[in-house]
């Protein structure tokens, strides 16, 4: 089957269109003083020649590099470890046993496949613990070993991802392929990428990359030797760090946790300029607040307005998705906050996710600026993390669907 030049025209399109708005929003957090880019060094697992020839070498060019550690392991060299953290490196959570899935033979057991959340809760509760009595920090930080986000098997896996988030300022993953859009990411699924058996001339084009695009580059490593499997090169990384440090360059180099408050900061700033799609959790009431600043707009001609803070839409085709989890299993009351112009009203949509829908017909508000909340059913929900979506149902809306700006689910008591 092959692509006419119609439908390839408009995939390109949609990629530079993609492309473009992506730039220009990460260029809405600006970095301190000026500079043009983030970095942050990491380093995995605690390895043996971290706290030796790697805080060294970070020590002699005074950068601060983000350290997930294996709390076994730094027993190994704890006054090495000890010696890190007071210098200013950021100790980071990497788990106690360091699970993976059972491919990885080298694992032991249990593997991903036989824990549970509540197993993984326990663990990097215990991580957090070892660590701070060793060397007097608690993580804020976190790296999935193996990069590795999912646990159980089949229809039973499940991704711990919220549990990331809930526990820590932010998770870094492995062998990323991009650098991290301070604007859109995943403060919880951080891209981390490899810096392991590279030279300098392998890595600068990313770093030039990450530079032109203003984006947070976190580079993720292991051992800090001069040669080995899984292992930065100290010459590779001495290079990186002249670089790094040259003013010319326009780059701000410090530890994850440090670019993720930074960011947080920064989002808090803008927030209401532009909508960051994010997992949506319930309130301390109970309710769960799916605003459109938290929402996903999928299709051709859905567009999210900041001086309404909703989404506005034409077309069937268009649709605002929800990443949800539902703590409480039970009944919900469904209100929905949107406005529409009394000749465009009467539009069918429908409201699903978990298994359970609504559907109805988009009410009159008076105006296009005149919004009103009002209920529109009831469904029940099961816990878990899924995924909701609002979408028109006619094929040929005659104008807008309606301009979106909540809908809001109420536990019934």
């Given amino acids: 089957m092959t692509l006419s030049r119609f439908t390839l025209g408009a995939v390109l399109f949609l990629m530079l269109q993609l492309y473009f708005s992506a730039e220009v929003l990460s260029q809405q957090i600006a970095w301190p003083e000026g500079k043009k880019m983030a970095l942050s060094l990491s380093f ?3 390895r043996e020649s971290n706290p030796t020839l790697g805080v060294a070498l970070l020590d002699q060019y005074d950068v601060k590099a983000t350290f997930f550690l294996v709390p076994s392991a730094v027993k190994k ?22 699970p ?49 986000t999912y646990l159980g098997r089949g229809a039973n896996a499940q991704s711990f991802i919220p549990l990331i988030d809930e526990m820590f300022l932010a998770g870094r993953g492995w062998l990323g392929e991009a650098p991290v859009d301070p604007v859109l990411a995943d403060m919880a699924h951080l891209t981390g990428m490899k810096m392991d058996n590279m030279d300098f001339d392998e890595l600068l084009p990313i770093v030039e990359a990450a530079s032109k695009s203003g984006k947070w580059l976190v580079l993720a490593g292991h ?8 292992t930065t090169y100290l010459k590779a990384l001495e290079r990186l760090l002249q670089y790094a440090k040259d003013p010319a360059n326009g780059i701000w180099i410090a530890p994850v946790g440090t670019v993720a408050e930074y960011v ?29 600043e938290r929402g996903q707009g999928i299709g051709p001609n859905i567009k999210y307005m900041p001086e309404w803070k909703a989404f506005g839409w034409y077309t069937a085709a ?19 906050d949107w406005s529409v112009s009394d000749d465009t009203a009467r539009n069918p949509f429908v409201f699903e996710g978990g298994g359970a829908s609504i559907g109805g017909v988009v009410g009159k508000t008076g105006s296009w600026e005149t919004f009103k909340e009002e209920k529109i059913g009831r469904m029940t929900l099961s816990p878990g993390l899924i995924k909701m979506v609002f979408r028109g149902t006619s094929p040929d809306p005659k104008s807008g669907l309606l301009d979106l700006r909540e809908v809001r689910l109420v536990p019934v008591k």
Avoid at 80 to 89: L, N, P, R, T, V
Avoid at 130 to 148: D, F, H, M, N, R
Avoid at 265 to 291: S, W, Y
């Fill in 318 to 336: 268009d649709r605002v998705e929800w990443e949800v989890e539902i703590k409480k299993a039970g009944q919900y009351d469904v209100f929905l």
């Fill in 223 to 230: 051992e800090t030797d001069v040669a080995g499997n899984q």
């Fill in 44 to 46: 995995d697992d605690a």
């Fill in 77 to 98: 060299n704890l006054e090495g470890w000890k010696q890190a953290a007071a210098s200013g490196h950021e100790m980071g959570n990497h788990s106690i046993n360091h």
């Fill in 264 to 292: 947080m900061e920064q989002r808090e700033k803008i927030d209401g300029a532009i909508n960051v799609p994010a997992t949506v959790r319930a309130q301390p009431d109970g309710q769960v607040r799916l605003i459109a």
């Fill in 100 to 148: 993976c899935s059972g491919n990885f033979g080298w694992s032991g057991k249990p593997s991903l496949y036989e824990y549970t959340l509540a197993d993984m809760r326990k663990e990097l509760e215990q991580a957090n613990t070892e660590i701070q009595e060793l060397l007097g920090v608690t993580p804020k930080v976190y790296a999935y070993p193996c990069g590795q």
